[in-house]
């Protein structure tokens, strides 16, 4: 049956680099017999300015109807002075939320080809292929309650004010993570290191409890626990001891942005976000960089990834993925770099140059 992929540009280099990405899908339909259907929709700025919302109707329809989407980017100078709640950011943490996308799966893979671009000595990160799992839909960014109330002391001869968030998890969305955490490992090199700060916080303690729970459903995966604070340390220090790293929302987003930028470059690295069934949103890490939008300088290859782990994760062709992941690195390997990666010795390509090049790489795949 055909399946239906729903796809939102959004805003900034988000336009360019899913264009990029889009070419790589029609490919694998002309080519190599993908059955799918692609329909565009509008989210973040984009949606704002046509609807007055960075989420309209009509996309979280799309979203839902589909079996997959690929998303660009979103946000940009343009909405910046806009209210919080019509910001295009909200347009995405929306549809996350509305399709209960609760496991964010980050890879960081050094491309051999890539790493003297990393801060960290050759020696540290070479063949590093870690995956964090992030819980995505709870934690401290939603918990209630949350604000900022006014008290009965002052400051400065003003009332004092106390900002408050709350971190919460209950035993079921900890018990969904670890599952994604441990099925992860299992296709991978059978660890997860699940990170918490159990000494000093009651809900990470509840964390940790469920985790060695769940753990003894997958004898064959090792489960190892780490505070947030050395993992941060180690890294920076050791990333290669590292397999699967499992935690919370935002414990995952610092995690996974400094594992991120082990590799070299945040325009190299895909994420996808995942339902209970599978059913997924796919994007690159980085966001719409307003610096290079327009300009066809923006790397494509995160996006392009993207799809490769739509294909392995909700549309059950994990042999296209592979040729995707083959492509770029047969591509890397003639030298071809975006502006981001580019070293002396290798050739400078645009967004649509890179596109292109890893769409003939994949052509030549068929065979
Ligand atoms: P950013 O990721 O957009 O850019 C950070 C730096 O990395 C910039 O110098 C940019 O030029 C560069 N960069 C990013 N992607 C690149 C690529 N593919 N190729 C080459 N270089 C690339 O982060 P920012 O500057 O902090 O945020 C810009 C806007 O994006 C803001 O409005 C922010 O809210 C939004 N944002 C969106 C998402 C998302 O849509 N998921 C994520 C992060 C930030």
Redesign the pocket.
Known sequence: MTKKIAVFP?D??GIE?VAEAVKVIECLQQEFGLDVEIEEGLIGGAAYDETGSPLPEASLDLARASDAILLG????YKWESLDISVR??KG?LGLRSELSLFANLRPAILYPQLAHASTLKEEVVSGLDLMIVRELTGGIYFGQPRGIRTLDTQINGKPERQGFNTLVYSESEIERIAHVAFKTAQKRDKRVCSVDKANVLECTELWREVMERVGKEYPDVELSHMYVDNAAMQLVKAPKQFDVMVTTNMFGDILSDCAAMLTGS??MLPSASLDQNSKGMY??I???????AGQNK??PV?TILSVSMMLRHSLAEAGLADKIDQAVAMVLDNGGR?I?IYTEGTRQLSTSEMGDEIVSALKSLNV
Do not use: C, F, Q, R
């Not at 980085?286 to 290079?292: E, L, M, T, V, Y």
């Open positions: 959004g900034g280099i680099i980017a979103v946000g940009g295009p950011e995405l945040i325009g994007e690159p980085h966001g719409s960089a307003p610096d290079i923006a790397n995160a975006t981001d």
